[in-house]
């Protein structure tokens, strides 16, 4: 987020109005009718990405019914992939980068517990993004009476999204690693521009866990925990959307997450050939920043919109959007759900369907924080990717995730306990000695 009005991706520095982050970068392909002037999926061109991520036009052949998730990866089938369980393999599918073996599944961590854990992240401007900070620092606290940590939870978050810059961080790994710190939970502004600094991090003995985002081209060091919860919201939408033009709201160019999610969407509208994208947006993970160009773009092109795709937490923002201009609120995936969403759609129910996929703060730092510590507690990652999916939403099970009568602009996230996205149970399946970190080390 981020990404989020409750999204927790890393942040591409680079696309930013400073201060508010009123209005972004909008690339719109011809969208002023459903016929000729807008641009089928199949040949919509890629928003700018500052890097990395590939070219949605590598990703994998459709040839499924439309709503079915088209398997894009991994670019690398023959490598660490083949000795995964299949249910592993079959989740890996989603991930269309190289998957690789992890070196801290081989190189021993020689620092023993208790360890000192830093946290580098963007500036909050989120419900998910404070709690992940809440979370991380309520975990340390049950880590340092087990005694696996000592000190504090040493963090560099700044104060303002204008601060938060991939320069600023590559400062702070590099001033953490001078500083001893053992072990670096990172949420990125740029993968690309920091995977230098991951890299002298880790040839350092210092592991950076990414937090929800996928490795950048070249970076061998990291560890990240992924959710990838886009793909069955989306393409679940999809089958809902079935036809029709729709637009796309990005997070924020340069982001690695935010590629690889752009490019998921575009394959799996290689399924759909009756639905074209009408325009691509940025709306920085930021449910302010969403509805400000969403409104935009529907007052220049009122014309009806079957659907919108959009890379998690801005649903709320576009549902504004849409109500503002007097328009039917269309099948919007929601993809990082927020409690405002789900309780509007929950509300709607009887005359609104799509599908969804999210997990709280607290949920994702549990998770960041105990792949932290097996990973100094050299229990092996199996490889640099550590992919969690979470379990779709539907209106069969919205009931479950939803929380009746919240406002839309609803600050809550979705419920459940920290250990709902991925316990100890699931772990085990991602690390070659199962077992919590323990401070017998």
Not at 337 to 356: E, F, I, P, R
């Amino acid at each position: 987020m981020i990404r989020k009005s409750t999204r927790r991706w890393g942040l591409g520095g680079r696309a930013w109005a400073a201060a508010a982050g009123v209005l972004l970068a909008v690339t719109v392909t011809a969208a002023c009718s459903s016929t000729s002037s807008t641009t089928s999926a199949s040949s919509a061109p890629q928003a700018s990405s500052g890097g990395g991520g590939g070219s949605a036009t590598a990703a994998a052949a459709g040839g499924g019914a439309c709503g079915t998730p088209v398997a894009v990866g991994p670019a690398n089938p023959s490598g660490v992939y083949k000795t995964l369980s299949p249910d592993l393999q079959k989740v890996y599918q989603s991930y269309p980068g190289d998957l690789l073996a992890s070196p801290w599944a081989t190189t021993k961590i020689t620092a023993k517990p208790p360890w000192k854990i830093g946290y580098i992240a963007f500036a909050i401007t989120n419900p998910y993004n404070q709690h992940v900070l809440d979370g991380l620092k309520a975990q340390f606290a049950k880590a340092k009476a087990a005694g696996l940590v000592t000190g504090d939870l040493v963090t560099n978050i700044p104060a303002t999204m204008a601060a938060s810059t991939a320069e600023q961080q590559i400062s702070a790994i590099q001033q953490m690693v001078r500083q001893g710190v053992n072990a670096i939970i990172l949420l990125p502004v740029d993968s690309v521009a920091e995977t230098p600094a991951i890299n002298a991090a880790g040839k350092a003995g210092v592991p950076i866990i990414l937090a929800d985002t996928p490795p950048a081209p070249g970076d061998t060091y990291s560890v990240a925990a992924w959710t990838q919860n886009q793909v069955q919201a989306d393409a679940g939408a999809l089958g809902l959307i079935q036809s029709g033009n729709i637009v796309i709201v990005k997070g924020i160019a340069g982001n690695q997450n935010d590629v690889v999610l752009y490019n998921q969407k575009i394959a799996n509208l290689k399924n759909c050939p009756n639905i074209h994208v009408a325009a691509t947006l940025y709306g920085n993970w930021d449910q302010g920043t969403a509805k400000t160009v969403v409104s935009q773009y529907l007052a220049s092109h009122p014309q009806p919109l079957a659907g919108v795709l959009q890379d998690g937490g801005m649903m709320a923002g576009i549902i504004q959007a849409f109500q503002a201009n007097g328009q039917k609120v269309p099948v919007i995936a929601d993809a990082q759900c927020g409690g405002g969403d789900l309780s509007w759609w929950l509300a709607n129910k009887s005359t609104y369907k799509t599908v969804g996929g999210c997990i709280n703060g607290f949920q994702g730092a549990y998770t960041y924080f105990n792949v932290t510590l097996r990973v100094l507690d050299n229990k092996g990652p199996k490889a640099n990717v550590l992919e969690m999916p979470i379990t779709p939403i539907t209106n069969d099970n919205l009931a479950t995730f939803a929380k009746p009568g919240l406002p839309l602009t609803s600050q809550d996230e979705v419920g459940g306990p920290e250990t709902a996205w991925c316990d100890d149970t699931c772990l085990n399946g991602y690390f070659n000695v199962t077992g919590a970190a323990t401070a017998s080390s």
